[in-house]
């Protein structure tokens, strides 16, 4: 039984380490660029649609920053 949990934590151990490699600065720089070129949103709109633009260029951003 020992030998089973032994084997349990260290097939965990060697999985741990399963986060994507980002280029942080190519993601920094797609993110603003993003941004720049999103279209204005108006100052009295009763919607915040600002903070869908503001997800979407971040999702974008980390998709196209993914080292392969």
């Given amino acids: 039984m020992k030998r089973i ?3 349990i ?3 965990l151990l060697v999985g741990c380490d399963m986060s994507p ?3 942080r ?11 720049k070129n999103a279209p204005k ?3 009295n709109s009763k919607y915040n649609d600002s ?3 503001i997800h979407a260029c971040g999702e974008q ?3 196209m920053a993914l080292k392969d």
């Fill in 9 to 11: 934590v260290l097939l």
């Fill in 25 to 35: 600065k190519l993601q920094r720089e797609i993110f603003f660029e993003c941004l």
């Fill in 41 to 43: 949103q108006p100052d």
């Fill in 5 to 7: 949990l032994l084997l």
């Fill in 61 to 63: 951003a980390r998709d």
């Fill in 21 to 23: 490699d980002i280029d």
């Fill in 51 to 53: 903070a869908e633009i």
